[in-house]
């Protein structure tokens, strides 16, 4: 979202426009197809030259992937998590998160291990942290919000679990395509 | 008949004299025997925690460049090789680095001794794989030790099993101490006299008359005083030992007890911690030259002490190289080109209890909650760390660097400034490191955990972040900086000032943090309420509630650097609290994991009102207090943080995060003197060059929903594009903030303006 301001004012002072609509939130760009980490998402309109660069733009928000070193290591955690070792699985998870710490895929699969071992309350945080992080990803957000709803389900908080759902359902449908499936 | 009977008498009583001296004797020797079979069967020396760094991560990607990735082995003590086979060895091409890493068992796996090669770029990592040739996603070197904790007598060792015992070693131990050890029962009456007759030529001690079994006695089951009785106990002990035991056992007993070395008061005992202590490898990596050395060494610790009498071992080493090679050990050809190379010794300061004393202090609390002092010292666990070695020595670099600089810009002379620095990862909450104090290797206060010390400005940010919970702030919010009194209930008056003792008028508050001024805070604070300032500290993981005192508001409040670390953690982890964390784990002497301490995140603060203050102190470090080291940090690193400065300029602190790293930097005096610098020029001095060092990420959160980002006139906190007043400055403000726009930026755009927001809010 960054960006869309200052480039939204710097097109109101040059040409006046009037139509600018801020609030909207993001334009959510394409996930990538998996096994493509380079997609990038689509640029922007240049600014017009004669107009003040804004001060440092940031680059947009893209959907989040795994780099191969954490995808490798949230793999070694799955496999570990379905033998039924889900210490080992945390302990793997937290290297990757060391490798990563902004990536919001790793937190969820963080709040998932929680969940998985009975602490709904550590998973609904985690959750949340993965959320903070997925701002400008829906696809991530969305996951975010089904792992809050499991853990709101597991301590019967049915109204909340399924506004978390409505969320995630939401938000699935806005990312475009398809939504992949977590590696 | 008297006579007779006298001397019949006197027979008696010899005889029965005689036989209470036997029956003495003889229940002695029965004690020994028992002392000895007891102890040393079930010969269980007390085994130190040993506690590891954490071990560093490589994979494709990362910011490692070849240079730095050698060092790090070296540091591991890989030995550089033309062809590497051997675990702990190494070979640089270039951009290219392949080594065999050691088998070590982690937490979560028993790694075996794996080849990897490396191809690095510019940039750090290219490429790994392993010795087949397959590609390695990610790959954990063995994690360095950093010191264990030994109990108050002193005596660390590190146990090495027979297997792990390079052959020469035994045979050098025998050539040179104890010629006729697989035979004698114990002792060598010899050898003793031969000893005897060899050291009165020499006028020096050049052979010992004791065996390796005495030796073993003597410093396993006897203290240091040296009588005519002890050597008698030592004998008869060292006999029972003899017929109680297999000289293989003995051998590897003598090779874990043995004294090697001192540092302070730490004793170094047995060779596996010998050669760690003098080369930074493991016993079975050692080369040839090195274990005469430490058999050198065994001879006397302090007299052969290889870091003080170098020459002196030197002369020794060869001695022995050449007494190998004179009893077929080893060949002439060995022995001549071992005599050839270096001691290399590693320096005392690369290795040691003494090198993290500040860390490790933490890492002994943080255990003490759960484990008996005896745990630790004795039953031989394992500790995994958040220690980061780099970032650690980066740490005492600039604390010692800028110390020494800042001393010269203070009147004072006749005691020099202290400095600490707490590093963390804020997402996971680890400390990674610690700096007490300046002298980095003194074991002694540790000024990170204990020098609670007046935060200063510090406590601005946590005004803000509860004003703007409050919902009636935000970071374009217009203040008055102007005169304030407080009436207290003990009936005098609060009279705060601003450093510089002006007033501003009306500033917004990005600009009240960025220019730390007090009385627009101050009047911030009094409008939210003091207990509401007084719970954000507590939220942020402040363990003790500050009282609901105005002072607190300008920061008159004495908090331990490690404190500010956790409450600043929690801002820079975008309002989740962490607990912070010295230690991952902690395995018994199998590697079976006795306890994690695991992430967990609690979500403390509105991440609306974390990133508006976050946004702010990255003003700080733009056009703010912070922005004189600039020019110190590369231009797209983007850092958030705040100066600290007590009253009468006593305390200068410095809190500060990029996207990866939290430091919180203190400088004072030790006597709570005023230093005469700010945070901006003492503490942030610091801070800055441990930044400009450090490989890290910029600072870039997402903006949350309900937020947006805009441009204001610094001074005025008016709307205004960039470019149209001198300073512009970006804010995070809710969605539907109405600010007025600039009367300098033109009145086409200041109605452009209105319709804009208007569009906002509609």
């Given at each position: 979202?960054?960006p869309?301001?200052?480039?939204?004012?710097?097109a109101?002072l040059?040409?006046?426009?009037?139509?600018?609509?801020?609030?909207?939130?993001?334009?959510?760009?394409?996930?990538?197809?998996?096994?493509d980490?380079?997609?990038?998402?689509?640029?922007?309109?240049?600014?017009?030259?004669?107009?003040?660069a804004?001060p440092?733009?940031?680059?947009?928000?893209k959907?989040r992937?795994?780099?191969?070193?954490?995808k490798?290591l949230?793999?070694q955690?799955?496999?570990?998590?379905?033998?039924?070792?889900d210490?080992?699985a945390?302990s793997?998870?937290?290297?990757a998160?060391r490798?990563?710490?902004?990536?919001?895929?790793i937190?969820?699969e963080?709040?998932?291990?929680?969940?998985?071992e009975?602490?709904a309350a550590?998973?609904e945080?985690?959750?949340?942290?993965?959320?903070?992080?997925?701002?400008?990803?829906p696809?991530?957000?969305?996951n975010a919000?089904r792992?809050?709803?499991?853990t709101y389900?597991?301590?019967?908080?049915?109204?909340?679990?399924r506004?978390a759902d409505?969320?995630?359902?939401?938000?699935?449908?806005?990312?475009?395509?398809?939504?992949a499936?977590?590696? | 008949?008297?006579?007779?009977?006298?001397?019949?008498?006197?027979?008696?009583?010899?005889?029965?004299?005689?036989g209470a001296?036997?029956?003495?004797f003889?229940?002695?020797?029965?004690y020994?025997?028992?002392?000895?079979?007891?102890?040393?069967e079930?010969r269980?020396?007390?085994?130190?925690?040993?506690?590891?760094?954490?071990?560093?991560e490589?994979?494709?990607?990362?910011?490692?460049p070849?240079?730095?990735?050698e060092?790090?082995?070296?540091?591991?003590?890989y030995?550089?090789?033309?062809?590497?086979?051997?675990?702990?060895?190494?070979?640089?091409?270039?951009?290219r680095i392949?080594?065999?890493?050691?088998?070590?068992?982690?937490?979560?796996e028993?790694?075996?001794?794996?080849?990897v090669?490396?191809l690095?770029?510019?940039?750090g990592?290219?490429?790994m794989w392993?010795?087949?040739?397959s590609?390695?996603?990610?790959?954990?070197l063995d994690?360095m030790?950093i010191?264990?904790?030994?109990?108050?007598?002193?005596?660390?060792?590190?146990?090495?099993?027979?297997?792990?015992?390079p052959?020469?070693?035994?045979?050098a131990?025998?050539?040179v101490?104890?010629?006729k050890f697989?035979?004698?029962?114990?002792v060598n009456?010899?050898?003793?006299a031969?000893?005897m007759?060899?050291n009165?030529?020499?006028?020096?001690?050049?052979?010992?008359?004791?065996?390796?079994?005495q030796?073993?006695?003597?410093s396993y089951?006897?203290?240091?005083?040296?009588?005519?009785?002890?050597?008698?106990?030592?004998?008869?002990?060292?006999?029972?030992?003899?017929?109680?035991?297999?000289?293989?056992?003995?051998?590897?007993a003598?090779?874990n007890?043995?004294h090697?070395?001192?540092?302070?008061?730490?004793?170094?005992?047995?060779?596996?911690?010998?050669?760690q202590?003098?080369?930074?490898?493991?016993?079975?990596e050692?080369?040839?030259?090195e274990i005469?050395?430490?058999?050198t060494?065994?001879?006397g610790p302090?007299y052969?002490d290889?870091?003080?009498?170098a020459d002196?071992?030197?002369?020794?080493?060869n001695?022995?190289?050449?007494l190998?090679?004179?009893f077929?050990?080893?060949?002439?050809?060995?022995a001549?080109s071992?005599?050839?190379k270096p001691l290399?010794?590693?320096?005392?300061?690369s290795?040691?209890?003494?090198?993290?004393?500040?860390f490790?202090?933490?890492?002994?609390?943080t255990?003490?909650?759960?484990?008996?002092e005896?745990?630790?010292t004795?039953?031989?666990?394992?500790?995994?760390?958040?220690?980061?070695?780099r970032?650690?020595?980066q740490?005492?670099?600039?604390?010692?660097?800028e110390?020494?600089a800042?001393?010269?810009r203070?009147k004072?002379?006749?005691?020099?400034?202290?400095?600490?620095?707490?590093?963390?990862?804020p997402?996971?909450?680890e400390?990674i490191?610690v700096?007490?104090g300046?002298?980095v290797?003194?074991d002694?206060?540790?000024r990170?955990?204990?020098?609670k010390?007046?935060?200063?400005?510090?406590?601005k940010?946590?005004?803000?972040?509860?004003a703007?919970?409050?919902?009636?702030?935000?970071?374009?919010t217009i203040?008055?900086?102007?005169?304030?009194?407080?009436?207290?209930?003990?009936?005098?008056v609060?009279?705060?000032?601003?450093i510089?003792?002006?007033?501003?008028g009306?500033?917004?508050?990005?600009?009240?943090?960025?220019?730390?001024?007090?009385?627009?805070?101050?009047?911030?604070?009094?409008?939210?309420?003091?207990?509401?300032?007084a719970?954000?500290?507590?939220?942020?993981?402040?363990?003790?509630?500050?009282?609901p005192?105005?002072s607190?508001?300008?920061g008159?409040?004495d908090i331990?650097p490690?404190?500010?670390?956790?409450m600043y953690?929690?801002?820079a982890?975008g309002?989740?609290?962490?607990?912070l964390?010295?230690?991952r784990?902690?395995?018994?002497?199998k590697?079976?994991?006795?306890?994690?301490?695991?992430?967990?995140?609690?979500p403390?603060?509105d991440?609306v009102?974390?990133?508006?203050?976050?946004?702010m102190?990255?003003?700080v470090?733009?056009?703010?207090?912070?922005?004189?080291?600039?020019?110190?940090?590369?231009?797209?690193?983007?850092?958030?943080?705040?100066?600290?400065t007590?009253?009468?300029?006593r305390?200068t602190?410095?809190?500060?995060?990029s996207?990866?790293?939290?430091?919180v930097?203190?400088?004072?005096?030790?006597?709570?003197?005023?230093t005469?610098?700010?945070?901006a020029?003492g503490?942030?001095?610091?801070?800055?060059?441990?930044?400009g060092?450090?490989e890290?990420r910029?600072w870039?959160?997402?903006?949350?929903?309900?937020?947006?980002?805009?441009?204001?006139?610094?001074?005025?906190?008016?709307?205004?594009?960039?470019?149209?007043?001198p300073?512009?400055?970006?804010?995070?403000?809710?969605?539907?903030t109405?600010?007025?726009?600039?009367?300098?930026?033109?009145?086409?755009?200041?109605?452009?303006?209105?319709d804009?927001l208007?569009?906002i809010?509609?």
């Amino acid at each position: 979202m960054k960006p869309f301001f200052p480039l939204c004012l710097v097109a109101v002072l040059t040409y006046g426009l009037t139509g600018c609509v801020a609030p909207k939130p993001f334009e959510p760009t394409p996930a990538p197809q998996p096994g493509d980490p380079t997609a990038t998402s689509p640029t922007q309109s240049a600014t017009p030259p004669e107009v003040a660069a804004p001060p440092e733009p940031l680059p947009p928000p893209k959907p989040r992937t795994l780099s191969p070193a954490t995808k490798a290591l949230v793999t070694q955690a799955q496999s570990q998590m379905a033998a039924g070792n889900d210490a080992l699985a945390a302990s793997t998870l937290e290297r990757a998160l060391r490798i990563e710490p902004n990536n919001p895929l790793i937190w969820i699969e963080m709040a998932k291990l929680r969940q998985e071992e009975g602490n709904a309350a550590q998973a609904e945080n985690l959750a949340k942290k993965a959320l903070a992080m997925s701002t400008g990803d829906p696809r991530a957000q969305a996951n975010a919000w089904r792992v809050m709803a499991d853990t709101y389900r597991a301590r019967g908080r049915n109204p909340e679990a399924r506004d978390a759902d409505a969320r995630a359902e939401a938000l699935s449908n806005t990312s475009t395509p398809s939504p992949a499936p977590i590696p | 008949m008297a006579r007779k009977f006298t001397l019949k008498k006197f027979l008696r009583y010899a005889l029965i004299a005689c036989g209470a001296v036997f029956l003495v004797f003889a229940g002695w020797v029965i004690y020994l025997d028992r002392v000895v079979t007891k102890q040393f069967e079930g010969r269980r020396w007390s085994l130190p925690a040993q506690v590891y760094a954490q071990p560093l991560e490589l994979y494709a990607g990362q910011q490692l460049p070849a240079d730095a990735l050698e060092q790090e082995l070296r540091r591991l003590g890989y030995q550089k090789s033309d062809t590497p086979t051997r675990p702990g060895s190494y070979r640089r091409r270039g951009l290219r680095i392949d080594f065999v890493a050691r088998e070590f068992r982690f937490v979560d796996e028993l790694r075996p001794a794996q080849a990897v090669s490396v191809l690095t770029g510019g940039a750090g990592i290219e490429r790994m794989w392993d010795g087949k040739g397959s590609e390695l996603p990610v790959f954990r070197l063995d994690p360095m030790v950093i010191g264990s904790i030994f109990p108050i007598h002193g005596e660390d060792r590190l146990i090495v099993a027979p297997d792990e015992v390079p052959a020469v070693l035994p045979a050098a131990l025998k050539v040179v101490e104890d010629r006729k050890f697989d035979t004698h029962w114990g002792v060598n009456p010899w050898a003793i006299a031969r000893a005897m007759w060899v050291n009165l030529r020499a006028g020096q001690i050049e052979q010992g008359g004791s065996t390796l079994t005495q030796q073993l006695v003597k410093s396993y089951f006897l203290d240091n005083r040296r009588t005519f009785g002890r050597k008698i106990e030592e004998a008869i002990m060292a006999v029972l030992l003899e017929v109680h035991f297999e000289k293989a056992d003995l051998m590897n007993a003598y090779i874990n007890e043995i004294h090697l070395g001192q540092e302070g008061n730490r004793a170094i005992h047995g060779f596996g911690l010998a050669s760690q202590f003098y080369f930074g490898k493991p016993l079975d990596e050692l080369e040839l030259q090195e274990i005469a050395t430490l058999v050198t060494i065994a001879r006397g610790p302090s007299y052969y002490d290889p870091r003080r009498r170098a020459d002196r071992v030197k002369a020794r080493r060869n001695f022995v190289l050449d007494l190998l090679a004179q009893f077929d050990v080893i060949s002439d050809a060995d022995a001549r080109s071992a005599k050839n190379k270096p001691l290399n010794i590693r320096s005392q300061s690369s290795f040691g209890s003494n090198y993290y004393p500040a860390f490790m202090d933490l890492v002994r609390r943080t255990l003490r909650r759960d484990y008996r002092e005896e745990d630790l010292t004795e039953s031989g666990l394992k500790i995994f760390s958040t220690l980061d070695p780099r970032v650690q020595s980066q740490a005492e670099q600039a604390i010692t660097t800028e110390l020494t600089a800042l001393d010269k810009r203070t009147k004072r002379r006749d005691a020099q400034l202290e400095g600490v620095m707490v590093v963390t990862t804020p997402q996971n909450g680890e400390t990674i490191a610690v700096v007490g104090g300046r002298r980095v290797s003194f074991d002694g206060y540790n000024r990170a955990l204990d020098a609670k010390r007046s935060i200063g400005s510090l406590v601005k940010p946590i005004i803000f972040l509860a004003a703007m919970e409050s919902g009636r702030y935000n970071s374009s919010t217009i203040v008055e900086d102007g005169p304030l009194e407080v009436k207290l209930e003990n009936g005098t008056v609060w009279k705060p000032q601003n450093i510089s003792k002006e007033f501003y008028g009306p500033v917004p508050l990005v600009r009240v943090l960025a220019q730390s001024l007090n009385l627009a805070s101050a009047r911030v604070g009094l409008d939210v309420g003091l207990p509401k300032v007084a719970k954000a500290f507590t939220q942020l993981g402040l363990e003790k509630e500050p009282p609901p005192y105005p002072s607190v508001l300008l920061g008159s409040l004495d908090i331990a650097p490690i404190e500010v670390a956790q409450m600043y953690n929690s801002l820079a982890n975008g309002g989740f609290r962490t607990p912070l964390r010295a230690v991952r784990a902690v395995v018994d002497d199998k590697g079976a994991p006795l306890k994690s301490f695991q992430l967990e995140i609690t979500p403390v603060a509105d991440p609306v009102a974390v990133y508006q203050v976050n946004r702010m102190m990255q003003t700080v470090m733009e056009n703010g207090s912070g922005r004189f080291v600039r020019s110190r940090m590369p231009k797209e690193m983007v850092v958030a943080g705040k100066t600290g400065t007590s009253s009468d300029y006593r305390d200068t602190w410095f809190a500060g995060f990029s996207g990866e790293h939290l430091a919180v930097v203190w400088v004072g005096y030790d006597d709570d003197k005023p230093t005469g610098l700010t945070g901006a020029n003492g503490a942030l001095a610091v801070w800055s060059r441990f930044f400009g060092s450090l490989e890290t990420r910029p600072w870039s959160e997402p903006v949350p929903d309900g937020l947006v980002e805009l441009t204001v006139d610094f001074a005025s906190g008016e709307a205004a594009p960039v470019g149209c007043t001198p300073e512009v400055v970006m804010v995070a403000v809710p969605q539907g903030t109405q600010i007025a726009p600039h009367m300098a930026c033109g009145t086409g755009f200041s109605d452009r303006m209105v319709d804009w927001l208007r569009g906002i809010i509609h």
